[in-house]
């Protein structure tokens, strides 16, 4: 069974373009959460979905920032207009239950 | 709302010495307790889990106790090694008034030396 996958593992952009992060979930996992990671700190939530539902996305930016699980492919959490401050580590985990999560090894993005 | 507490790190230990990272937690239902473990560069893994009290989660030679009284669940290991240099994050998931979203402490960051 494989793990949790996401891509690209890195991913540089110019300040203003759009960055597209992917996560494919464990099989069988519903439930996925985004999180985003600064140097140094702690893990910050973003959001949680499962299947074509947005469950609770309080930690995620209202402007520029979206995400999506569709009922066939990977989320996408998707970054607009990408600024300095977006440079960080994002990760995905998934989860069969919304107890214990899987994570993937991450996105680190840089804006240039 | 809900929140978990963990030690300032570094900790630094020499190898084959004993580890201790503190996790206090405050939670408005019975939650479940995690711990997780990143290595540089990767994702969280999962270490060990409690969902009761006095639960004793173990892997890998690491140990946790659910304490409901102390409202703790510290993290231990007999004798470390250069390989458990990590971040470790104590976590609760806790569903009571519909809450999904699990909380993470900050990470506490292990550094053992040989």
């Known amino acids: 069974n494989a793990g949790v996958m996401q891509n690209p593992r890195h991913l540089v952009r110019r300040r203003g373009q759009e960055a597209r992060l992917r996560c494919s979930p464990m099989?069988?996992?519903?439930?996925v959460y985004w999180y985003r990671q600064l140097p140094e700190e702690g893990l910050k939530f973003m959001v949680y979905?499962?299947?074509?539902?947005?469950?609770?996305e309080s930690g995620m930016p209202k402007e520029r920032f979206s995400a999506e699980f569709p009922k066939e492919g990977p989320s996408i959490l998707r970054i607009q207009q990408v600024v300095r401050g977006d440079s960080a580590a994002y990760f995905c985990?998934?989860?069969?239950?919304?107890?214990?999560?899987?994570f993937g090894p991450g996105t680190r993005l840089t804006v240039t | 709302g809900d929140s978990v507490t963990q030690m300032e790190g570094p900790v630094t230990l020499s190898e084959e010495a004993f580890l201790t990272i503190n996790c206090t937690y405050t939670?408005?239902?019975?939650?479940?307790l995690f711990w997780y473990v990143q290595y540089p560069g990767e994702g969280l893994q999962l270490l060990l889990k409690?969902?009761?009290?006095?639960d004793k989660g173990s892997n890998k030679g690491f140990e946790a106790t659910y304490r409901k009284e102390t409202t703790s669940f510290h993290l231990e290991k007999g004798s470390v090694q250069v390989s458990d240099s990590a971040v470790y994050f104590c976590?609760?998931?806790?569903?009571?008034?519909?809450?999904?979203?699990?909380?993470f402490g900050r990470g506490t960051s292990l550094i053992v030396h040989p």
């Open positions: 099989k069988g996992h519903s439930h």
């Open positions: 939670a408005t239902g019975y939650p479940s």
């Open positions: 409690a969902t009761k009290a006095d």
């Open positions: 985990a998934s989860s069969p239950d919304d107890r214990e999560q899987y």
């Open positions: 979905l499962q299947k074509e539902n947005i469950i609770d």
């Open positions: 976590a609760l998931s806790d569903r009571t008034g519909g809450s999904y979203i699990p909380t």
